[in-house]
């Protein structure tokens, strides 16, 4: 009897050790995907100079290509611990479009980054993380960004009717500076 209890101590102190195996082997994977980076794009959107100008001088603007180019260089576990920041960040950039800015589309791109921050957000805090979840929302964010500076850009592209008038002006230009030929008398 003592040897059928012994047996059954041990046999359950063998199972129970190699269930924490298990976890610990868990954990390993799951620290080594923790690390692993988040895939983005690495194209850049340039702002046209007209853009940048009145984009340098908005601070949610400001505060939110910092977090993006932040976000290029995050692993999974950075991501997870600065998705709160991205998303009140992104916020903030909806809440304050300056009027010099400010049109349908440039808002609806902003709310898009506004929505992929806070499903990045909530994915994040979930109890039961999905790293590929997060890691494509992760790897959206700046893509998105892109889409929103591109709107920033085509606020300041000239139409037609500003091609017109400039080449109107070039050429006044140009016949007030050309003289006739036969004017300048050469003795």
Same mark, same amino acid.
């Given at each position: 009897m003592k040897k059928l209890v012994f047996i059954s101590i041990i046999l359950f102190w063998s199972c129970a050790e190699k269930s924490s195996?298990? $976890?610990?082997?868990?954990?390993?994977? $799951?620290?080594? *995907?923790?690390k692993q980076p988040?895939? *983005? *794009?690495n194209q850049e959107i340039v702002l046209l100079p007209e853009a940048r100008?009145?984009?340098?001088?908005?601070?949610? %603007?400001?505060?939110?290509?910092?977090?993006? $180019?932040?976000?290029?260089? %995050?692993?999974l576990q950075q991501t997870i611990e600065s998705s709160k920041p991205i998303s009140q960040v992104m916020g903030s950039l909806v809440s304050s479009i300056p009027d010099s800015l400010n049109s349908n589309a440039v808002s609806a791109r902003a709310n898009v980054l506004a929505t992929k921050a806070k499903v990045l957000e909530q994915l994040s805090h979930r109890r039961h993380l999905d790293a590929e979840a997060i890691a494509e929302v992760a790897g959206e964010i700046p893509e998105e960004f892109n889409n929103f500076k591109i709107q920033l850009n085509e606020l300041f592209l000239? *139409?037609?009717?500003?091609?017109?008038?400039?080449? $109107?002006e070039f050429k006044a230009e140009r016949d007030t500076i050309s003289t006739p030929a036969d004017s300048i008398s050469i003795e």
């Open positions: 195996n298990k $976890d610990n082997f868990n954990t390993k994977l $799951d620290s080594i *995907t923790l988040i895939k *983005t *794009t100008e009145q984009a340098i001088k908005w601070l949610a %603007y400001i505060a939110a290509q910092n977090e993006v $180019d932040q976000l290029k260089n %995050y692993n000239k *139409t037609l009717e500003d091609f017109e008038e400039e080449l $109107d």
